[in-house]
């Protein structure tokens, strides 16, 4: 494997990726790998886009020291790539049902990443409330913080998968705190305008675009598991 990167130790107790001075090969080049896959999605070859993600994640498991917990320097642009991989990889799970494997790969990634600079926590939640891991779930909720909508909805959701009913409270607190999240939420349209497009690529899109791209991104759980969505809408 001497044309393989090395997951090699840091004073800081922390984990870089080094890749060989020669060049590497390329089922090991996560950088590369990454950025084929985007092309791929922009060319609207999803399919591929997630198997070139999910065949690097199975390479960079296989660097992996066995005997270590693995926490990535964060700073290190390399090691972001590597995070970015598992963490799109993971999403492509989570986007297709499969919430067990999601669910491992975002832990791993929050192994790797303690300080969630990708956010994984949020998508986590989702997973462990689908797979009905309810003590997961409760371990990892308050990580969120109170100012991003998913944690409203997580709670929503959580009560509901448990009880069939929805917190009063907690509804309240949505409406008053996240107007545009609830409307989205509620509404019968959700269209993927080049309006949307446009913005969801911008530095600072609008909340309603927001909005749309948090429904886009959970609507499949809410056609897995019926009945959550037209409870929000009856209240």
Sequence with gaps: MANTPQFVPTAENTYVISYPIHGTDAAYDFAAILARSRTCER??????????????????????????EVQLDWEE?????????????????????????????????????????????????????????YELFDEIVNDISDKYPEKEILKLWSEFRQTGSLPAGELIHFKKSFPVFYAEFTSNVHEVTPEYLADIESEKPLRQTLARELWLQTEHLWTQFPGFIEALRNH
């Design 77 to 133: 642009e390399e090691n972001q790539s590597v995070l970015e991989l598992l963490k799109r990889s993971a999403i492509d799970h989570f986007l297709v049902g499969d919430f067990e494997m999601a669910a491992g790969m975002m832990e791993m990634l929050l192994d790797m990443d303690p300080e969630d600079h990708l956010e994984t926590t949020k998508p986590l939640a989702f997973c462990y409330l689908a797979l009905e891991d």
């Design 43 to 68: 060319q609207g070859d999803v399919e591929q886009a997630c198997n070139l993600r999910y065949e690097g994640v199975k390479k960079l498991m296989d660097l992996i020291p066995d005997e270590d």
